[in-house]
């Protein structure tokens, strides 16, 4: 397990910044020397699309992912066919951007039956491949740590997402989050068994203890996930791709860009 | 999928009371007709151990399990055996309190390790069992749930438990709390699996959202949990005895015990 030597496949994912507009964490990325971003799309919408794909044009970022489509199950026929409209229109927004992965937060369920939820995403994501096909567009299904069970993923395991990925050709396939997935007794199998389909790799830490469900990630090195061992992992089963850093922390979001891009760089040598 | 006709299976999980001392506890359950009780022994404790079981014997209820044994790792042989000698006073006092049922929160790990440290609770519960064999008392493993990993326990699903437990005899089996087991896509063919291994079986809710990461399960019914139909999968592998209601919860602390209970009994019926 070698360290990274260089930031070559370091990836801002804009949720690490959100006090940050488009612009300004394209700049802040071109600044620390790091040459991909992850933009999600509340933030491009900010900007606009087309002026915000330009803006990371000219700053000659390499954009790693789209986040995020998905939440897929709804009650009615008629808002699930909402959410299907509102997934194409992000392939749209990612084609445009230039990535060719649109993450997938598939959602919770819309009463107590977590079972029919499951199904839902897994029709959901049919509906939606011809579409992302044609727009050259690869749908990476994000299981989310099971906290998030009730209220924005039903799918939480890697298995899970894989059984459904599974289901189709490697137009799908799985974003793997070291907080998301660190937990599982099953973790490294699963991987393995990802060969051909990761398309994308965060990471950020596991804070003891956690200071908020949503907001309490940490800078990697700050928390307990083995991540230069998850990161050899997911080589090992073929990923050469980018590495977002992801953190939702209200701590982090609330300093200064620029140090913790420069923080997110040392850190991400040290201990990825 | 029926509903339960009356209280003769519930039990309070003295956790649910953190207010009260062992004396109210056992006394709120003879007021509210709640034949089972599940002490914790830090509540023990403040009492007396043999001045506790008094209390409860003397208001002729039973003893559904007691709260709790387990933490095995940590950095030191010399703490992993002190962590087996605490293992035995717990055996101790619930062969005392008149229970069969010791229920284990398996612990952190000392450092990022965490296969280590799932290792080394295999390695405590083999060590522990002679000792829980000769006093009669069952070791009940607790998968935890996930967001519990990094500071309660490194076991956390049924699946993973099980294939502890099942490298032992029946004297190990394991304990399931629906808070903690509801997410898991393979929970049902893993209490499936149990069958013959059900020592105990935890009831509370799950909220949307959830208010504290320790501190926010709900009251049954208030929240998203398929409560009856896990009860009727536990019972489908077997399991026919005390329900525990065990509910982390400020708020339900802070309400007069009382009335938690007679609202505990409604819910139980109505619910579970």
Known sequence: MRPLTDLSRLSLNQATTQNWSLKQAVDGCARAGIPWFGPWRHKVAETGLSAGAQIIRDAGLKVSSLCRGGFFPAATVAERQARIEDNRRAIDEAAELGTDVLVLVCGPAPDRNIQAAREM?????????????????????????????????????LGQALDIAEQFDAQVGVAIDVYHVWWDPEVYPQIERAAGRILGFHV??????????????????????????????????????????????QAIWDADGDAVLTQMCERYLEHV
Chains 1, 2 share one sequence.
């Open 121 to 157: 995403v897994r029709d959901g994501i049919a509906e939606l491949l011809p579409y992302a096909r044609e727009h050259g567009v690869k749908l990476a299904i994000e299981p989310l740590h099971p906290m998030f069970a009730a209220d924005r993923s039903v799918i939480v395991t």
């Open 204 to 249: 950020n830490d596991w804070l003891v203890p956690t200071p908020d469900i949503l907001l309490g990630r940490g800078m990697m090195g700050d928390g307990v996930i083995e991540l230069r061992r998850l990161r050899a992992a997911v080589e090992q089963a073929g990923y050469s791709g980018p590495i977002e850093v992801e953190i939702f922390n």
